[in-house]
């Protein structure tokens, strides 16, 4: 993965709640640096997540499969930067890469995907509006539905 095939970032610097006793960020904080840049990756597209955690389009998804490569370590107050794309976008479901690097992009601390599944309000699978993916391929500049 490389920084310039994404076109979406966010900041994140490490707290102190972070880091494990040795000061490195233990390695389940980066699920949820990726779930922030995932969520302000749909925020950048202009929406709004309600208190109910469904966005204001009515787009409701539950993360189905998180996977992690860990690279190098980050430790207490780094900047890190989370780079987000979807790669791609099949019926109900759609797959968020992800790199995070230190700012200055001398090392990368890890990669990642995970894969989301639109719900209906019976909590079960429900297809993706056309409007989502032409949003998604508008703002990747290239065609992911699978």
Same mark, same amino acid.
């Given at each position: 993965? #490389?920084? @310039?095939?994404?076109?979406?970032?966010?900041?994140?610097?490490?707290?102190?709640?972070?880091?494990?006793?040795?000061?490195?960020?233990?390695? @389940?904080?980066?699920?949820?640096?990726?779930?922030?840049?995932?969520? !302000?990756?749909?925020?950048? /597209?202009?929406?709004?997540?309600?208190?109910?955690?469904?966005?204001?389009?009515? =787009?409701?998804?539950?993360?189905?499969?998180?996977?992690?490569?860990? $690279?190098?370590?980050?430790? /207490?107050?780094? $900047? =890190?930067?989370?780079?987000?794309?979807?790669?791609?976008?099949? #019926?109900?479901?759609?797959?968020? +890469?992800?790199?995070?690097?230190? +700012?200055?992009?001398?090392?990368?601390?890890?990669?990642?995907?995970?894969?989301?599944?639109? =719900?209906?309000? #019976? #909590?079960?699978? !429900?297809? =993706?509006?056309?409007?989502?993916?032409?949003? $998604? +391929?508008?703002? +990747?500049?290239?065609?992911?539905? @699978?």
């Amino acid at each position: 993965m #490389n920084r @310039i095939d994404f076109k979406h970032s966010v900041k994140v610097r490490v707290r102190t709640y972070d880091v494990d006793s040795q000061g490195i960020v233990h390695n @389940i904080n980066y699920l949820k640096y990726m779930e922030i840049g995932r969520v !302000e990756y749909r925020r950048n /597209l202009g929406y709004k997540i309600l208190p109910s955690g469904i966005f204001d389009d009515g =787009l409701k998804v539950v993360v189905v499969h998180n996977s992690v490569d860990y $690279i190098s370590f980050s430790y /207490l107050d780094d $900047i =890190l930067i989370v780079f987000t794309k979807i790669c791609w976008i099949k #019926n109900s479901s759609f797959c968020f +890469e992800q790199l995070i690097t230190v +700012e200055d992009g001398s090392r990368t601390v890890c990669t990642g995907k995970g894969i989301l599944v639109n =719900l209906n309000n #019976n #909590n079960e699978p !429900e297809s =993706l509006n056309a409007k989502f993916t032409k949003e $998604i +391929e508008n703002f +990747e500049n290239q065609i992911i539905k @699978i």
